[in-house]
């Protein structure tokens, strides 16, 4: 199994950055791909940003591309989502998530998650 732990969650006021990490773990994970999720009260859970351990093909829903940056360090087996110029309505839950070989977008297809991170955007 793969185990993920986040970190980097927190209260930001608008326009300020978070940059979230999440390390994985139990396997190697050279050929898995990385995506980031979040979900806010009352809402389904949505696909922020992916990427594979290799670096290639990152890709962004279109509310945060532009201001997120999705990156990864192999040999740290980490992924990182640097978040900037945040929104209230950034504010979620967010997720780090894994799946072998292919890129994908839908939660559903993700095998392995980590606990989850809040985070809020105020003013």
Do not use: H
Request: glycine share 12%; with cysteine.
């Amino acid at each position: 199994q793969v185990q993920l732990v986040e970190s980097g969650g927190g209260l930001v006021q608008a326009g300020g950055s978070l940059r979230l990490s999440c390390a994985a773990s139990g396997r190697t994970v050279s050929a898995y791909v990385m995506g980031w999720f979040r979900q806010a009260p009352g809402k389904e859970r949505e696909f922020v940003a992916g990427i594979s351990w290799s670096g290639g093909s990152p890709n962004y829903a279109d509310s945060v591309k532009g201001r997120f940056t999705i990156s990864r360090d192999i040999a740290k087996s980490t992924v990182y989502l640097q978040m900037n110029s945040l929104k209230p309505d950034d504010t979620a839950v967010y997720y780090c998530a894994a799946r072998p070989y292919l890129p994908s977008n839908d939660a559903l297809r993700y095998n392995y998650w980590g606990q989850g991170t809040q985070v809020t955007v105020s003013s």
